[in-house]
């Protein structure tokens, strides 16, 4: 027994994807008596039903390979493929977009048969036969078994299958004599186009969806986020079909051509340098040799002199800016030890920088287990980073040392410059710990 409301939501979905079709088509032609008759509803059915054999569903196509190659495209679906530990089509599972090569005029069609009802296709109603699907097409029984076969042979070709010429072929070993010729079969790659497309969409939403938007512009502007960054580097673009990508698949159609290449390079070794040695008696002492903060000392040295009789408003304003970038090479410095370090990395017992120090560029350290052997030790350090007085000491000894840097060129900074800014470094190297500092 049918179900009438089941019966109209068919209806109406055919209707509304024959009217879109319609629109997009007779566009100023709708006064064209012959022509808006082709997208009455059954006679665009019986037309769509007879164009359906001029396309065939697949899943590997030969058109990628050479444009001009005449040999089979093959629709498997995925669990139907060897199940194999290497990376391919067989690991997408019920998750993959099926593919059409054939006549482009007819590919109409096959979108006609992805449309969703109930959250399938109807080309999926289709091949089940489903009884409403059958009298929303048509209310003649026999035609209505007609048409829906006919969408549903979509997915059944009985090409032959066979190879050409302009295919690319593999003699592979299957034996363990390579001197022996009947050791050997012939292979023929195809492309695989459901998991090019699987693929190409996961690329698509790492490269523009919002989430990773937002994380990559966090990162670059070095806020902190709980997103997760995501990207592909070295990637490299492949067009086929030129201004005609429909003429090579359906799926290469809706991606405009592009097939991402991804990167197939050999590793780079590069020793990594610590960037703290452990014979380092201060990371203060590593931060002060960097080439980018001995040229702000410098800028900042020849800045003060140019100016050092004069004392308004605008002079501190442009001397509190240099030491700023200052501050922030502190916090780069930071960040970076903690990104390159592993976390306990200032456990090692070579390691002799201050503990003060140990503290700002290892602080993850506190989350550690203690160790067996130095509990105490390693309690101690919790207990240091809690309390929250290292913080003031880093920035006194920064303080200090930025101050000699000064006094060695001839310059001197005031009580208030100097406490200026020991507050600033102590707000950069204390966050995100809610306790309140001493200037």
């Given amino acids: 027994m049918r179900d009438k409301a089941r019966v109209q939501v068919f209806r109406q979905a055919i209707t509304d994807f024959i009217q879109s079709r319609r629109d997009e088509k007779l566009k100023g032609k709708s006064d064209d008596a012959t022509l808006m008759r082709k997208y009455d509803y059954a006679v665009w059915l019986e037309d769509a039903a007879r164009r359906v054999g001029q396309i065939y569903a697949a899943t590997h196509i030969s058109k990628a390979i050479h444009s001009s190659a005449k040999a089979s495209n093959l629709y498997v679906t995925p669990d139907n493929l060897p199940q194999r530990n290497e990376i391919g089509s ?97 292979l023929q790659p195809l492309f695989p186009s459901a998991l090019v ?46 201004t005609k990508p429909q003429n090579v698949s359906q799926l290469n159609s809706e991606r405009g051509g592009v097939n991402y290449l991804l990167a197939s390079l050999p590793p780079l070794w590069k020793s990594k340098r ?38 308004n408003h605008h002079i501190r304003g442009n001397r509190e800016k240099w030491v700023q970038r200052l501050v922030a090479l502190l916090a780069d410095f930071a960040a970076t030890v903690k990104v390159e370090m592993p976390v306990g990395w200032s456990r090692d017992m070579n390691c002799q920088i201050p503990d003060y120090e140990k503290l700002w560029l290892d602080s993850e350290r506190s989350l550690l287990h203690p160790r067996e052997d130095f509990i105490e030790i390693d309690q101690n350090f919790c207990d240091a980073y809690m309390k929250g007085d290292w913080p003031d000491e880093v920035a006194q000894n920064f303080g200090r040392r930025l101050n000699d840097k000064l006094r060695d060129s001839s310059i001197t900074i005031g009580d208030d410059e100097y406490k200026y800014l020991v507050k600033q470094v102590i707000i950069d190297v204390a966050w995100p710990i809610p306790q309140r500092r001493k200037a």
Avoid at 119 to 127: Q, Y
Avoid at 296 to 305: A, G, Q, R, S, T
């Fill in 197 to 242: 497309h699987y693929v190409h969409q996961h690329i698509q939403e790492i490269r523009f969806g919002e989430n990773n938007k937002a994380a990559r512009s966090a990162f670059y502007k070095k806020q902190s986020s709980e997103l997760v960054y995501r990207d592909y580097k070295n990637l490299a673009v492949r067009k086929l079909g030129g």
């Fill in 90 to 186: 067989h690991l997408l599972g019920h998750d993959f977009e099926i593919d059409v090569v054939g006549n482009a005029a007819a590919l109409d069609v096959f979108k006609f048969l992805k449309t969703k009802v109930e959250g399938k296709p109807l080309l999926a109603w289709a091949e089940a036969g489903d009884p409403d699907f059958k009298v929303a097409l048509s209310e003649d029984p026999v035609q209505a078994d007609s048409w829906s076969a006919a969408f549903a042979g979509l997915l059944s070709s009985n090409q032959k299958t066979q190879s050409h010429s302009l295919m690319k072929q593999i003699y592979w070993l299957t034996g363990e004599q390579p001197s022996e010729d009947e050791q050997y079969i012939l």
């Fill in 274 to 311: 610590r960037l703290i040695p452990l014979n380092a008696r201060s990371a203060l002492d590593v931060f002060f040799r960097q080439k980018n903060v001995v040229f702000i000392i410098d800028m900042l040295v020849e800045f003060l002199k140019a100016k050092q009789n004069d004392n």
